[in-house]
């Protein structure tokens, strides 16, 4: 039942491989980018909210501080990473990695990425604290 | 009814020459019903009515099925051609027929983004704004877009008619007929109706997938209160909605501009009128012209086809992934969230959009298991993030797939 | 007045090049209204003033007549038409005026099918659902319909011509023009202003021909009450009489379709919002630009013409023709039936359309005979029929006639 | 005053005889298919109520006499055959017979007709018990 | 950035041509807003911003900068013109971009009349019929159309572009909008701006200017009660004032048409749902329409040019000399008016039209003095005038001006 | 600041000497039409309240006397003739006469100008009594 063993019934009998090649492609990269966008503007509701009390904006890092009952940023870097790794896992990992370099400095989702490596990690402990 | 046939058009050739003997009873009666009728007609007349009928008996999207169920019966009333200009692509002697005029609206793709616009005059972004994690079941349920674009190529349609085709999987009407008038002309009724009819479906279709994914303890499970939403953020939200949408998928402009503009109008607080215009009568107007001329696009000799069977078949599987999508996704997020954070993932089949039948079935299947379950905030969250998943997914589709 | 329109058309040729000599308050003046107005203009004016007069103070179909007639009076105001694009013909430098696009909907066919969903989306059919039979008088009263077009051949008119003429004794407004625009455009103006005219003063041309038709003893004869008609049959309604009226007359689908979708919006009970805004804010704004725009197009070189006259003169005699046509076929049905089932003749003449005050008129005129005796919903399903009637004698007219 | 005096004084005034029978036959298929549309609609209005109150419809014959108190349908059939013979005299009969002819097992009207004829004699006996 | 265009606009020339290398992430963010983002993009967007922040926090025309501010935001989103037709200028393919059809609306002059309509629907003209010579108040405003025109020239405009400048000072935005669509099309959207941006500003610009050429003592001055004025008179005001108006200046014939025929709908009495949907949900529709438009035809490539700084200059100029002309208009009427037929000279000021904004300023200056003087009956004049003096001054210039 | 030094100033420093003398002539034919054009229908809304109110109209001059509370029309023709003056006094005046006197009889601007030069005199006679 999941995406990805779906996906390799669906190459595996088609009739143009070429442009099932393409397909899955676009397929990857929608899905990355609707992740992306809902994630960037999940990001921003907590932003929107500081602006909106007419606080001045202070670093993203203190802000998970600043607010201990509200931890949906973290959480959310964590899943989106388990999904982004997810997808990226089932095809032509290294291809896209070497694209993605070339525009790494500036947009790279591989920094949001590693970052929110750190971040799991201090989420899944700072959670471990509060549920108890 | 070829001779009456033929022996007309020769009328229609020599305009204002008439003949005596071509004006009778027999060849009125050959151009009219009687003589002009086929199964196909009928057969899509049947459909319009069953469509009608669960619009009124069961309440199934009544403002689309209505409208869309005499589309199709108008539609298909069987005339001759020859003679008079009535179909929604018939023109004679330079002269559209009315029909044509009002599919204008459909085929030029100027009708979504107004639908667009009353949606967002319409909808309460506060649960959303709420609980931001919920935004991400609208993005997950949208593997129901991408699959069923793999779905048909593997089928056979090219590149351009599976990109429209799996937008149905978006459950959001206006969006399939938005890229299905830019990328597949030809395929756009049965993509219309495809979509609109799953959408007036989705409490048949959800339900089963929905228990079938989830264990009892799941579907009984509580979540937290949403907070209270201040009138500053839900100005700022449609701008900055916008903003970050607009830049990850330019190819969305059009209907995302108009869905946080209308919005905006809503929340701003001071441009009201606009706003009650917007999501009032501009839209029942559209509503009424989309529905019906999406029906009469129907005309069985374009309609009637293996491709608008596969597009039917490609289409209910996509629902179902999309809704197992959102479900399995938010069991999927279960694993990283702790206590009552969790999620009840029911609320994860809401990601599908179809606003707001889907989140209804949500609540309705959660007080199945406990009557005291409210989870309809809860689900709207998921809803209109569904809207704004499929709407970025059919931007990327749309600036990638040349056309 | 020559001089200075030929200057200033040549000063337009070379569009930019501007001369001192030419910019001159005598040129203008030569321009303005002052050097431009014609006595047909004039006589226009006083025409829409006219109207507007017996629409504010006799309540004469004011909604159609207010709007035609100040449309009179903008599309008569003298201009030079070599300077600025205004009249409802006029393109300049490949910019339409605003009148002609207005005018679009009209000659276009666009209004008519959308006043007729919005009639559809106000009319009860109660009244004929509880007296079939009454439908019979609105077949006869449509024998107004071909006596003109007959006359309008006598006369010279062509056969398009004639058909279209003739439909202005269906009392019908949105018809005639739909007609009209579809066989003979050129005389739109005429037999759009005839036949809202005419429509306007029914309460001026039937009760003669009523009172001349009938017996004293015949206008006080009472009608049986009629039953209550259920939700479900009102349902039905719609869609049972589009399919046989569209199959028994395809060129009238676009009408009857919409008339019958309008309905179905009103009575589904699923639709309201839909019908509301068919029935109000479109039905509204398509009002004002339809009588606008055929009263811009009465522009005099335009309608100044023997035909007008013609037409004038066959209308009034089609609407007499269809009143009486109603009123004795009415005495002919009393030939068979007996007892209490037995007609009040007057009821007959609400058959001609012109909803409801051909409906209000027979109320108004039994009640002259006997204070007591409310004729209204028994006129409102002869009424209605007319309606009917005449898009189906339009219907036929459009499929047999090329064009 | 009646529609047959005006049509033949339209017609020996006609200048153009040719337009003028064209019309003529127009004016009659009009009229006609106005009338037979219109009563087609008015006998499917009892049908309509049948169908809303739920009830199987039975065959028409039976119809008519359940229902002692609806006599409309005989009516109307009994006032079409008169108005479809009056029309039909007033011109080229044999010649639209003959076309018709042609498509007579179908659609024929003059099987409505010949059947409306017989049900005028019945309704006219009913009638007349009725008034009674 | 211009690799990544080439590439894909290579695509795009062969339409079902895929290439895999070509399909990644790397070239969808190319075109994506990332890829695609100019500093002049940037720039519009921080001026629709401020335009929607003066508009809820200051109520500067809300109903007008809202729309247009939203529109600027959409319309200078980056995206890659080659791939998806979105400005409201392309065409790709045959197929227009959605906001080119909105922009239709304004760049055939179809929305002003339209706009004209409602405001007419919705405007009393009583205080004007109660108080004649106030009328001349109007006239003076318009001296800022026409200062302004030659400041166009000498700033080196052509004739056409002057004049379309110059109605700017008119402080009627449908108007400008008239003008420039059919005079200078290419400056329309900076015109458009310019006009609505100063008309929110009227709060902001007029008091300086009023307090600069006022004694304390004018501006205490208390004026006349206006007397009742009858239903009659209202009635027979649209048409007369139409008649004269149109005779003098037949190039507002399109505008005033609407303006009177509007007034006429709601004084009749008789067509109170046509005067409602005029002033409604029609309204309101090409409002929400008109403003947007007016904000996507600002991209940047087109708009940040110096024409259109120096339009913006040129408009606060014209709206300077406006107001000033009207004020010292009104110092001029009082050496010819005795006692309490004097005016308050910050009526003047109200002549700019900008209703009902500039006579809600005449108000709030004058009970800074005197907190009992109630000026905004007595503004109503000059203010309704200066609709009538400024479509009368584009009408003289539209039939004048070659183009 | 008065309009008059403003166009001067302007005139004197554009660059197409041609096109501004174009555009002032423009302006003077558009603010003279704006303001006949006020000024016709202030003249006309007393009439219009004469109408509305169901009197016979009287001859203008009658008016006058008949409505000593409403002396409006005596002094907007005072104030339009002075305006007029004023405009006139500006530029090509000579020039424009010339092109007048062809139109002269049936609309000339001169006769209501001349009319309303008699009407000045008079109105500040009667506005010096009243005020007293
Ligand atoms: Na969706
Ligand atoms: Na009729
Ligand atoms: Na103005």
Known sequence: MSAAILLQAVISAAPDQHLIDIGIRLALIGMGTVFIGLVILSFSLPLIKRIAEGKKTKKVSENTDSMPEDITTD???AITTAIHAHFMKINQMEDMKLTWEMYERPYSPWRIAGRSKLMLDRAAFRQRNRSR | MTLASSLLSALTANTGELNLSDISFASYLGDSGFGQVEIGNIIMIIMGIVMIYLAIKKDYEPLLLVPIGFGIIAGNMPYNPDLIPIGYLDVLGGQQSVF???????????FPPLIFLGIGAMTDFSALLSNPKLLLLGAAAQIGIFITLLGSLFLGFNMQEAAAIGIIGGADGPTAIFVASQMAPHLLGAIAIAAYSYMGLVPVIQPPIMRLLTTDEERKRRMKPTRHVSTTEKILFPIIAFFITAFIAPGAITLLGMLFFGNLLKESGVTRRLADSAQGSLNNIVVILLGFSVGTSTQAKYFLTTDSIKIFVLGAISFAIATAGGVLF?????????????????????????VPDAARV??????????????????????VAGVIGSAIAAGVLLSMVPH
Request: proline share 3%; glycine share 10%; no cysteine.
């Open chain 1, 75 to 77: 959480e959310i870097i």
């Open chain 2, 100 to 110: 044509k005029m009002f599919y204008f609206g459909v085929s030029s793709g100027l």
């Open chain 2, 362 to 383: 949500v609540e309705v299947e959660g007080r199945k298991y406990d009557k005291s379950n409210h989870l309809l905030m809860h689900a709207m969250a998921p809803n």
């Open chain 2, 330 to 354: 938010a069991k999927f997020m279960n694993l990283f969230l702790k206590g009552d954070n969790k999620l009840n993932p029911l609320v994860g089949a809401a990601g599908v959009s179809a």
